[in-house]
């Protein structure tokens, strides 16, 4: 089977935890093994290299640490890249990162690459005000050949090249002991690809004894070691690069409003989950038409901030996204708009969730029909009869009242 991804998600299948948490663990991983074996070149400027940071984020009992263990098992397994996990100083993580580190079959790894595990990041990560500051820093593994980490106590430590991958778990409730203003606003949650679920997927008691051998992490790793000896440039199809240059062309961060930085480093972020995807899916340094897309369709549907945080006094402009959703179906063709249209349109205006809850409001309210529901790709809203009437009877009044 040469799609890993769904390899991880079958063999995981009886996991309560939301799929969309082990896609993303699996996702990871493919960016851990990878360091700076891959990029993708983005004109003369730079390189794109495939680190990704991401954050699985759900109240507890979504089993979040179940997937983020399983991602540490097959990096493990390959044993090509420092994995750290654990409670630690972010100072300890940068010195044991900035020291050669022996291999068990041989050989060493010389540069600064890692992949910090942290199964729930409010706890783990000991509090420095300068660690997410300086993971931000690091995000950007093409512009550092070596950083410098100048302390009085211990001196320079130099990290040669480094890599620095992350997947980390939190609950929305201690979202604000860790991730504070300056990181909200600074550019260390623009870097992050946060996945917020509210349900398991599935009921499971997972009392029986008797249905087969654990999983087999030495085996379910050893197409993710096939992966780990690919090395170069990707290659983007011409397909793939018309994709992109389409929406970018299309695409105005200017216009919408983001505290968080994140619309303006959408495009680098698409660029890099279509990379992996591209391995993970067909063990080849070429992204195709169909990554492209279905990197398109993961990062925009992607959570955000506001979600993240509402219920604890965050989110105060519902009126404003509503106002924005309804404009949107008003002004569609027919009154009729796809699910994947608005999410791209409305990208650091509303997220997923935020449409969910519009769209049963206004379901609820008669104003909306929903159109091949429960299947998220041709999902589409349409206004019922009701509030098409009440929209052009508003125009006929506006017109009339402006005429005067």
Not at 139 to 147: A, G, N, V
Not at 190 to 204: D, G, M, T, W
Not at 361 to 376: S, T
Request: with cysteine; charged share 25%; proline share 2%.
């Amino acid at each position: 089977m040469n799609d890993w991804l769904d390899l991880v998600l079958k063999e995981t299948d009886e996991a309560e935890c939301p799929k969309s948490y082990v896609f993303w663990g699996a996702l990871s991983a493919v960016s851990a093994v990878m360091n700076r074996r891959v990029w993708i070149r983005r004109g003369k400027i730079r390189k794109t290299y495939l680190n990704t940071y991401t954050v699985l984020v759900g109240n507890s009992g979504l089993v979040k640490g179940y997937p983020i263990n399983v991602s540490k098992r097959l990096v493990t397994e390959i044993n090509n890249t420092r994995v750290i996990s654990g409670r630690a100083s972010f100072q300890s993580i940068l010195h044991n990162v900035s020291q050669v580190k022996q291999l068990p079959q041989g050989g060493m790894i010389k540069d600064a690459i890692c992949y910090i595990i942290s199964g729930e990041m409010s706890t783990s990560l000991v509090r420095d005000p300068d660690a997410l500051t300086i993971l931000t820093d690091l995000y950007d593994t093409d512009y550092h050949e070596i950083w410098v980490n100048s302390l009085k106590g211990s001196g320079n430590e130099e990290l040669h090249k480094p890599c620095f991958t992350l997947l980390g778990g939190m609950n929305p409730t201690h979202f604000n002991d860790i991730i504070s203003a300056k990181e909200i606003t600074g550019g260390f949650i623009a870097r992050c690809i946060l996945i917020l679920e509210k349900h398991r997927s599935k009921k499971n008691p997972m009392i029986d004894d008797d249905v087969g051998d654990e999983l087999d992490y030495a085996k379910l790793a050893e197409p993710l070691k096939e992966m780990s000896h690919l090395s170069g440039q990707m290659i983007l199809t011409d397909n793939a690069k018309k994709m992109f240059k389409t929406w970018y062309s299309g695409w105005d961060p200017e216009e919408l409003e983001d505290k968080t930085g994140t619309v303006f480093r959408t495009a680098e972020t698409v660029v890099k989950t279509a990379g992996l995807l591209a391995i993970a899916r067909s063990k080849k340094l070429t992204v195709e038409v169909e990554h492209m897309e279905e990197a398109f369709n993961l990062i925009l549907k992607s959570s955000s901030v506001d979600e993240i945080t509402r219920g604890q006094g965050v989110d105060k402009e519902y009126s404003k996204k509503l106002s924005l959703f309804l404009r949107d179906v008003a002004t569609a063709p027919s009154y009729t708009i796809e699910r994947q249209k608005l999410l791209t349109r409305r990208y650091g205006d509303f997220d997923k969730w935020d449409l969910d809850r519009m769209v049963e409001h206004v379901k609820a309210a008669g104003g909306l029909e929903i159109l091949y529901e429960g299947n998220y790709q041709l999902e589409a809203y349409r206004f019922t009869q009701k509030s098409i009437d009440a929209h052009e009877a508003g125009q006929r009044r506006a017109g009339f009242k402006a005429v005067k």
